[in-house]
């Protein structure tokens, strides 16, 4: 037989047992559909890293009070966070710096406090995290740039640098340059916006330390929620952050049992995350695959009832000179049509799943994603279908080729 004529019959099979055969297809739809939507989000996800992080600073390291097994530290000029620790031992405070005036390889530190607070302008409050820094030093430390006005410089006082989402979308109406903030009863001028990020520093107001201790509760002069330090290149941050450490146990009386401060490189925290989102993407897609298997014992499933009902057609075409391999194949290209036709709607649903994440306003990595399904997975998802469906008819497909014709003819 020529192969049309295989795909003729195994059409012909398709077609006569539509209902059967569409719930098979539907399990196939549902496990391509998911595995493709949770790659496309994972590849997405990995582009959007690798995005940031040729913009991130890969040299910044951030030392921030209680240990690491205890908390998460704050990430470099970042504007989250809490008021300055409660215990006085535990405190990062101006003598720390100058212990840390020796290390080589530092090209810039400086202390910070952070906290939230109400802020009002023209009437409407929000809370919003205010985070004050050493303008001597941070306008040379920052990555941020100021999309409109200016950074920080060493004689403000009461003046702030805001995010984006502050200027433009925190109140109704949007605030500019030179416009005034009230803070805990006190006026600040905002004298640049930065640029916008797509993160949780685009809602942060940066000030001088000097006027943010006024301002934020709790907080003490001398007293850092963390220390911010910018090594001179990124290949020596690592041994900067382990002199940093050693120094800092070195000058607090502490060893690594007791130890009560945490040192933080980018690059770790970028590693940390690159894991963290590999874990789930993998676990997400095993979770998937389970559909996969179902779908795969469903065209099994469907192929033996096939085999069982054509017995009698398939004695007959033995009967007129058919052979094994021509059985073989008929039944062969039934089930991968059927993994094809389910692998087609199931990229299409896997593509509807794509473009249902950004419509979700799913925030990942501190901005939204822009979500699409490459050709590449398209044409795995097609790959994937097609194979599930040959490997599980390879079984009833190969039973119905060893059937004898007279046996076949005589069953009911």
Do not use: C
């Not at 405070?93 to 400086?110: E, N």
């Not at 940066?206 to 910018?230: F, G």
């Amino acid at each position: 037989m020529r192969s049309s004529s295989y795909l003729k019959m195994a059409l012909t099979i398709l077609l006569h047992s539509k209902i059967r055969s569409w719930l098979t297809i539907i399990g196939i739809v549902i496990g391509v559909g998911a595995v493709v939507g949770i790659m496309s989000l994972s590849e997405n996800m990995q582009k959007d890293m690798e995005a940031r992080l040729s913009e991130m600073d890969l040299t910044a390291i951030t030392i921030s009070p209680g240990s690491s097994k205890a908390m998460m530290a704050m990430g470099p000029g970042g504007g989250g966070g809490g008021s300055s620790s409660s215990s006085e031992d535990t405190n990062l405070t101006k003598k720390d710096i100058m212990a840390l005036r020796s290390v080589d390889g530092i090209q810039y530190m400086y202390g910070q406090i952070s906290g939230k607070e109400d802020v009002y302008f023209l009437g409407e409050e929000a809370e919003l995290s205010i985070t004050g820094v050493d303008p001597q030093v941070w306008q040379y430390a920052t990555t941020d740039t100021a999309e409109s006005g200016r950074l920080l410089e060493p004689s403000d006082n009461y003046v702030a640098v805001i995010g984006s989402g502050v200027a433009e979308d925190v109140f109704d109406n949007e605030v500019g340059l030179n416009q005034v903030l009230t803070i805990a009863g006190k006026s600040v001028r905002v004298v640049g916006i930065l640029e916008s990020e797509g993160g949780s520093g685009d809602n942060s107001i940066i000030m001088p330390i000097d006027a943010a201790v006024t301002l934020i509760e709790d907080a003490e002069p001398d007293v850092y929620d963390s220390i911010i330090v910018k090594a001179e290149s990124m290949e020596i941050a690592e041994n900067v952050s382990a002199e940093i450490e050693e120094k800092l146990m070195l000058s607090r009386h502490v060893t690594e049992k007791d130890q009560d401060f945490s040192v933080t490189t980018s690059a770790s925290m970028v590693e940390t995350a690159s894991d963290m989102m590999e874990s789930m993407t993998l676990f997400l897609a095993a979770i998937a695959g389970v559909s996969l298997v179902v779908g795969a014992v469903g065209i099994a499933n469907t192929m033996f009832t096939s085999v069982m009902e054509k017995t009698r057609e398939i004695g007959t075409m033995k009967a007129i000179g058919a052979t094994n391999r021509d059985i073989l194949m008929i039944f062969m290209m039934n089930s991968a049509l059927v993994g094809l036709v389910g692998g087609i709607l199931g990229v299409i649903a896997g593509s509807l799943i794509t473009a249902l994440f950004p419509l979700l306003g799913m925030q990942m990595m501190g901005g939204s994603v822009s979500v699409s399904l490459s050709p590449r997975l398209t044409i795995f998802g097609l790959t994937v279908a097609v194979a599930v469906g040959v490997i599980s008819g390879v079984v009833p497909a190969f039973q119905a080729s060893r059937m004898k014709p007279v046996d076949a003819l005589r069953y009911e």
